[in-house]
């Protein structure tokens, strides 16, 4: 399977936990994503990696959230202190940078917190 | 800002009928536009984008769309509709500036009955 994918595919915890998400993007791809999906919405942009480089963050992304991409491959998306607003399908996706790039997705982490 | 409407929450259609699910725009600029579909607890799937050119896109399973640049439309179309076509379905943009983010709107859910 050479798409995009995440792991876990499902994490449930408790309040003041702290997660962490695995992408791993299609192979050639050196832009990567995180979205964030509630339930009834679309996903909602996080944060954009060009390679090993983070060039753009949202509002959304507080400080208890760290993303990486350490050597320009995978990434890893961490949230400090759960709370229950942070519950959400977390997708990651890719694309190569050209002038018509389309962003492929992952199947996503769904994070449920007690 | 960028900004998607889809003011349909949920499209019916029977199988074999025409389906149409609705998308409007607001960017600065020219825009990149795109379609995914989303299955029950999966990623998001790329339908088709519109770039520049020809207004009529044609991509994925069947689906084309038509981009309306006077009616800042990009309207997803199938000449007929499978009862495997139920899913979620989102319109997303992005501008030509150096920020990558896709915009997605809130989804329209199609439901095909056989």
């Known amino acids: 399977d050479t798409g995009v994918s995440q792991d876990p595919r499902h994490k449930i915890t408790k309040r003041g936990q702290n997660v962490t998400f695995r992408c791993d993007p299609i192979?050639?791809?050196?832009?990567l994503y995180w979205y964030r999906q509630t339930l009834g919405q679309g996903p909602e942009f996080l944060t954009y990696?060009?390679?090993?480089?983070?060039?753009?963050k949202s509002r959304l992304l507080s400080d208890r959230f760290s993303a990486e991409r350490p050597k320009g491959s995978f990434s890893t998306l961490e949230i400090q202190r759960t709370e229950q607003g942070d519950s959400a399908m977390y997708l990651c996706?890719?694309?190569?940078?050209?002038?018509?790039?389309?962003?492929?997705f992952g199947p996503g982490t769904r994070l449920l917190v007690l | 800002a960028q900004s998607v409407a889809q003011p349909e929450d949920q499209v019916n259609v029977a199988e074999g009928n025409p389906l149409t699910v609705k998308c409007t725009y607001s960017?600065?600029?020219?825009?990149?536009l795109f379609w995914y579909v989303q299955y029950p607890n999966r990623g998001l799937q790329f339908l088709l984008k519109y770039i520049t050119g020809d207004n009529l896109v044609k991509g994925s399973y069947g689906f084309e769309a038509e981009f309306n640049k006077s009616q800042t439309s990009f309207h997803l179309k199938k000449p007929s509709a499978l009862v495997s076509d139920s899913a979620l379905y989102f319109c997303a943009v992005r501008d030509h500036t150096g920020f990558q983010k896709l915009v997605f709107g809130t989804g329209t859910r199609l439901l095909v009955s056989p």
């Open positions: 990696f060009q390679n090993e480089a983070q060039l753009e």
């Open positions: 960017v600065s600029g020219n825009p990149y």
């Open positions: 996706a890719s694309s190569f940078r050209d002038n018509q790039e389309t962003q492929y």
């Open positions: 192979s050639e791809h050196n832009r």
